[in-house]
C-alpha cells in the first residue's frame, strides 16, 4: 500500500512535499475525475452501472473504498470510518488528512485545515469530505469531475450505500441547499451522474 498525504495551499518550497504534489498532480491535472461519495445511489444497479459507464480517466472515493470497483486513490478525513479499515487489504493508494491518528507509520505530515474551509451559515460544511476532496483536485489542477453517489439527504430514504457509515441525523433541505451551492461554487466544473438532492 502507498500513503500520499499533502499540504496543501502553501507553495512547494515552504510546506509541499514535492515528489507528493508531484504525484498528486500528474494524477488529476488536466483530468477528468470521478468522485464516489457513499450515497445510497451506490448500492443498486443503477448507480453503479453509471459509474461504469462514466468516462473519466481517475477514480477517487470520499470516506469509503467501494467493493464493486477499484478506485485509483481513497481519500480519507474521517477518523471513524479511517479507523475500521485494514490498510494493508485495499486496492489502491490512499491520501490522508492530518486529523487521523494515528498516521500509518512513515507518513508524511498533512495540514487538514487547509482543506477544510469554515462555513458562517453551515459549520458542518467545512469538513465534508466530498468538499475537501473538490479543494484538493483543483489545488492539483482538475480538469472537471463526475460526481457519484453524493445522494444528500431525503426524509425517508437512506443516506448511504452501508448502514454503517451513516454519521448524521436531522438533516435535509437546508444542509441540501448549503452543499448545492457550496459543489457549485468550488471551481471546478461538477457533473453528477447519479440522482443527487444538491443537483436539484
Known sequence: MKVLLIEPGKPPKQTIIPQTLAALQKAFTGKTVLVLAPGASLAD?????????AKADCIVSANFCPAFCQPDYA????????EKLDLAALPCPVVLTSNLRPLPQGALAV????L???????????SNSVLMLLRLLRLCGAKA???AGADGYKA???AYADSLLHAH????????????????????????????????
Do not use: H, W
Open 45 to 53: 444497479e443503477t448507480g453503479r452501472n453509471a459509474v461504469a459507464a
Open 75 to 82: 481519500f480519507f478525513t474521517n477518523s471513524k470510518r479511517f
Open 111 to 114: 495540514n487538514y485545515d487547509r
Open 116 to 126: 477544510a474551509a469554515p462555513d458562517v451559515q453551515n459549520a458542518s460544511l467545512g
Open 145 to 147: 469531475v463526475l460526481l
Open 156 to 158: 425517508g430514504a437512506p
Open 169 to 200: 441525523t436531522g438533516r435535509g433541505a437546508a444542509f441540501n441547499t448549503a452543499m448545492a451551492g457550496a459543489i457549485k461554487a468550488c471551481g471546478l466544473d461538477v457533473t453528477f451522474i447519479t440522482p443527487s438532492e444538491y443537483a436539484k
